[in-house]
């Protein structure tokens, strides 16, 4: 099931946890039409003001939280256009009828969805304006989420100052209510943007703090995240031994969740780690591991990680046959799904590496 469109009655008892769960998990490296105008100079306190018939308003509730449904049907297809559309027509009708949760709910929509497409400024828009609905409800937890989620946007567009106090905003708000959860989310958080400003020390700081209370609430999810950051953090240091241990612990926590995103960033980290410090059986190990979980997850993207993750491997030890062999089945499987882009930049670095090599 997926956690981002349940039905709309029980989105509402449990807005606090699907705005969680769609916090653009930076934890998770993952993201220009213009909110319409009609949401221009949007103003709460004028909404609670028109009077409305309750008959016509349960009416129109109903058509909102249809439309809201529709939205996440039309985003699973990956119609991002049409998820937007159906998500601002219901947000006109949650305005027109003063329903704030409503509007908060589809202003997080279309603000994660806008950040999907790169279209960041649009989608900083929309997360504020979400903020601004959990701030005159008085609704902490929403405002935590929201702030990591704006924090997450101007993090992937690189504005890392910005960034950092939205973060750090969400941090105070989270420990003022005593919410364990946003506390531990903004850590990590604040730990991608020491990570993002090339502070690893302090990264690793940041994510050990919300390991602790990620691991403490029974976040699986959570502490997976940051345990990847954590090992990536070390592997920037080029403390390989100690991203071993870390994306090894993930790998487990991950595996025993099912928690296949984060399965696939551990092995990555530790055919990695092992590919540097050794031994290379083990390095080839883990990227077997890869290649046949994306081949079980039917994920050709993944294997087309996979297969230049082994080039680059024999490329590093100087096995010119077998990094030709992995080339090249990786520009095949490029060229069959249409990634243009990948496919051109694959040909490009193996006639560069047969050039240099002389062959």
Not at 113 to 128: H, I, K, M, P, V
């Amino acid at each position: 099931m997926n956690r981002g469109y349940l039905s709309v009655n029980v989105m509402r008892r449990t807005s606090v946890a699907l705005i969680s769960g769609a916090v653009l998990i930076l934890s998770n490296p993952a993201l220009s039409q213009t909110v319409s105008n009609n949401t221009e100079g949007f103003d709460l306190q004028d909404q609670l003001t028109i009077p409305l018939n309750r008959s016509l308003q349960r009416e129109e509730r109903n058509e909102a939280d249809l439309l809201l449904r529709l939205g996440g049907e039309a985003k699973r297809q990956e119609n991002w256009q049409k998820a937007i559309a159906y998500w601002q027509q219901a947000l006109d009708l949650y305005q027109k009828i003063g329903d704030f949760e409503g509007q908060g709910l589809a202003y997080n929509y279309i603000g994660l969805t806008y950040a999907d497409l790169g279209r960041f400024s649009q989608a900083e828009e929309s997360l504020r304006r979400r903020l601004g609905v959990a701030r005159f409800l008085q609704d902490f937890q929403g405002q935590i989420y929201a702030l990591n989620n704006i924090g997450t946007v101007l993090l992937q567009s690189r504005n890392l100052e910005a960034a950092q106090v939205s973060f750090a905003e969400a941090l105070t708000i989270a420990r003022t209510v005593g919410d364990r959860e946003g506390e531990g989310l903004s850590l990590s958080n604040l730990g991608l943007v020491a990570t993002s400003a090339g502070d690893y020390l302090e990264a690793i700081k940041q994510y050990k703090a919300a390991i602790t209370l990620r691991r403490r609430l029974g976040d699986p999810l959570g502490e997976a995240n940051t345990r990847n950051n954590l090992g990536d953090a070390y592997f920037a240091i080029a403390s390989y031994k100690d991203a071993i241990g870390s994306y090894r612990y993930t790998l487990q926590l991950a595996q025993d969740s099912r928690d296949i995103p984060n399965q696939f960033r551990a092995l990555r980290g530790l055919a990695k780690s092992y590919s540097i410090i050794g031994p290379d059986l083990l390095a080839i190990r883990y990227l077997n591991q890869h290649l046949a979980l994306a081949q079980e997850q039917e994920s050709l993207s993944r294997e087309l990680v996979s297969l230049r993750l082994f080039a680059e491997f024999y490329l590093a030890r100087g096995n010119l046959s077998k990094t030709r062999q992995f080339y090249e089945q990786a520009i095949a499987l490029a060229n069959a799904i249409g990634e243009t882009q990948q496919e051109a930049l694959l040909r490009n670095d193996l006639a560069q590496i047969l050039y240099e090599r002389g062959d």
